[in-house]
């Protein structure tokens, strides 16, 4: 049985009205920027959707099961982008996209959440379990390892620079077997039900069928508009006079990651702490981990193959902000103000973006 609101039946509307004139303006080659405007706006809404039919489909489970499936099914859009971006050779954007995604979630979205938290919690600090932090901490660290290590041999020119595919290959089958031998047991530790304490008044308000339908439409979707997303970036973007950095960190970072920008505000907005923190954290340990490495190998395959090595200011950009993911949250507190200096420092990143 169905029990939608009459906003959610609204949103469905207009993201189904959205998508397909996304579709129209690609396949009718509309102007650069309203094209690429209503596939970005497209993109974002699919990525609700997925997000609200992935809450309905989590409700028999506990934060952490639930944060996983939101952040994976979320992550659906961005994989997409990136696999046709580096088929139309934009690796530059596929770069950024990967990274913006990493930062945007570790800083920007985490920044707001831990602000919206606090804000709400009576002791103006907002308070979560430190496993899941810590955890996605290491995991950062050993993607961070790697993409620092290319870029001191590529820096210094030693031997090794001049495989940086053989590298990254083995570097990214390294990371895979990282990221299953936490997340397996991970979720079979959190596999029971419960919500922070919260107990679902209501449960489910969509019928199995109907979530797995929604599911399975908004994903085919957003390979459709992801393409038209990426054959749209680069005419707007020289329109508009931005950067492929811009863009990439910025852009397709936040569109890319509308489910956890929803989310997590939402649910952190409901106090509850650690379904917020596991939809951001296993957001950002799914793409440093599994995503950055799964894409690495699969762009073999490609037009355009993408390896760790990065431009250093994102090198340092990605170490820097693994530090401050682990200073922030690694002891299951967090402060508004901590929240903003977060969010300070990816609007920082973006703005020096501009520029490249």
Not at 138 to 153: D, E, G, K, M, P
Request: hydrophobic residues 55%; neutral net charge.
């Amino acid at each position: 049985m169905s029990r939608l609101n009459s906003f959610e039946r609204s949103a469905l509307t207009a993201i189904a009205i959205l998508t397909a004139l996304a579709g129209v303006a690609d396949y009718g080659a509309w102007a650069a920027v309203p094209r690429f405007l209503l596939a970005t706006l497209a993109l974002a809404g699919l990525a609700w959707v997925v997000s609200f039919a992935t809450e309905q489909l989590g409700e028999r489970f506990g934060p952490g099961v639930t944060g996983m499936m939101q952040s994976t099914l979320g992550n659906l859009p961005e994989l997409f982008v990136v696999i046709f971006a580096l088929q139309k050779g934009e690796l530059i954007v596929a770069q950024t996209a990967i990274v913006g995604s990493v930062l945007a979630n570790a800083l920007l979205v985490l920044g707001l959440v831990v602000v919206v938290g606090a804000r709400r919690s009576p002791e103006r600090v907002m308070r979560f379990s430190k496993r899941l932090p810590r955890d996605t901490a290491t995991l950062l660290q050993v993607t961070v390892f790697i993409i620092v290590l290319l870029a001191l041999s590529l820096s210094s020119h030693d031997p090794a620079s001049h495989h940086v595919k053989a590298i990254s290959t083995v570097g990214a089958i390294c990371l895979l077997i990282v990221y299953m031998a936490w997340v397996v047991p991970y979720l079979r530790s959190d596999a029971g039900p419960g919500h922070d304490g919260h107990a679902a008044a209501q449960g489910p308000r969509l019928s199995l069928p109907v979530t797995l339908i929604l599911l399975i439409a908004a994903g085919g979707a957003s390979a459709f508009v992801s393409d038209w997303f990426v054959a749209g970036l680069q005419p707007a973007i020289t329109q508009l006079h931005l950067s492929q950095a811009f863009a990439g960190l910025v852009i397709v970072a936040i569109a890319g990651n509308a489910v956890e920008n929803t989310a997590g505000l939402v649910l952190a907005w409901r106090g509850r702490s650690d379904l917020a923190i596991s939809v951001v954290k296993n957001s950002v340990a799914q793409i440093a981990a599994f995503l950055f490495p799964a894409l690495v190998l699969v762009s073999l395959a490609l037009t355009t193959t993408l390896t760790f090595s990065l431009a250093p200011v994102y090198t340092g950009a990605l170490a820097l902000g693994a530090l401050a993911l682990w200073q922030v949250s690694g002891d299951g507190e967090a402060a508004e103000f901590e929240g903003w200096a977060l969010v300070a420092l990816y609007v920082i990143l973006a703005a020096l973006t501009l520029y490249e």
